[in-house]
């Protein structure tokens, strides 16, 4: 099993910038892919970025490519997320995600074997 605590979520103004984190312990980092999702109230989970085991591959949703920027250190067993040019509809609670990497590249939610607690990210306009 790997377990997943987010840290860096937070309130910030429209066109601001957070960084999200999230710390990896358990089994080997780099084993998994790992994903980035969001979930804001009254909404589905949401894919917003992936990337895989050795950080050589990043996707991202539609809707935050060219603002947000995965990253891992493997050494660290840390994931990041980079969030630009915010705006309020980035607002939700993030997610990260771990998959299997031998299960092969996903981006459903369902297809992510394990998952940190959230953490909550406010833009105000």
């Known amino acids: 099993q790997v377990q997943l605590v987010e840290s860096g979520g937070g309130l910030v103004q429209a066109g601001g910038s957070l960084r999200l984190s999230c710390a990896a312990s358990g089994r080997t980092f780099s084993s998994y892919h790992m994903g980035w999702f969001r979930q804001a109230p009254g909404k589905e989970r949401e894919f917003v970025a992936a990337?895989?085991?050795?950080?050589?591959?990043?996707y991202y949703a539609d809707s935050v490519k060219g603002r947000f920027t995965i990253s891992r250190d493997n050494a660290k067993n840390t994931v990041y997320l980079q969030m630009n040019s915010l705006k309020p509809e980035d607002t939700a609670v993030y997610y990260c995600?771990?998959?299997?990497?031998?299960?092969?590249?996903?981006?459903?939610?369902?297809?992510?074997?394990?998952w940190g607690q959230g953490t909550q990210v406010t833009v105000s306009s």
């Open positions: 990337i895989t085991w050795s950080g050589d591959s990043t």
């Open positions: 995600a771990a998959r299997m990497a031998w299960r092969g590249w996903g981006v459903a939610p369902n297809s992510y074997d394990y």
